[in-house]
């Protein structure tokens, strides 16, 4: 296994350092994926670099796929416009204030946002 020696400044890398774009002049066909793992142990070397090959995909996108992809899209939108309605903020707010404690509620607002959408979401298209 290789040692990486960081120069001053970087504690740790994590993350995607290079990922295969979509246009081939531009792009590499290998990832390189760094991760940083914060379990104490006895070796403080816990940086590890992996090279990925670019996947291609070897079945079609399935209706349902189509279909999670789009519910996702939608629901994405709606959060987005909800959380810069000034109309609903407040409301939302203390909404969301009252439930976080119970037992079941969420915990963040955005996450809270994402619950309302998706009930509304799936009330409108599946009820």
Not at 19 to 42: D, E, I, Y
Not at 48 to 55: D, G, M, N, S
Request: proline share 4%; glycine share 6%.
């Amino acid at each position: 296994m290789a040692k990486v020696e960081w120069s001053a400044g970087i504690d740790h890398v994590s993350g995607a350092l290079s990922k295969p774009g979509k246009n081939p002049q531009h792009s590499c066909n290998k990832m390189l994926l760094g991760t940083h793992r914060t379990a104490a142990t006895t070796n403080p070397n816990c940086n590890r670099l992996f090279l990925r090959k670019k996947v291609e995909r070897s079945t079609p996108v399935t209706t349902n796929e189509v279909r999670q992809r789009n519910r996702f899209s939608a629901v994405a939108a709606a959060v987005a416009a909800r959380s810069k309605d000034l109309m609903k903020i407040s409301a939302d707010q203390a909404a969301f204030a009252a439930q976080k404690d119970q037992p079941g509620g969420v915990k963040t607002m955005k996450a809270y946002l994402w619950k309302l959408e998706k009930e509304a979401y799936d009330a409108e298209h599946n009820g």
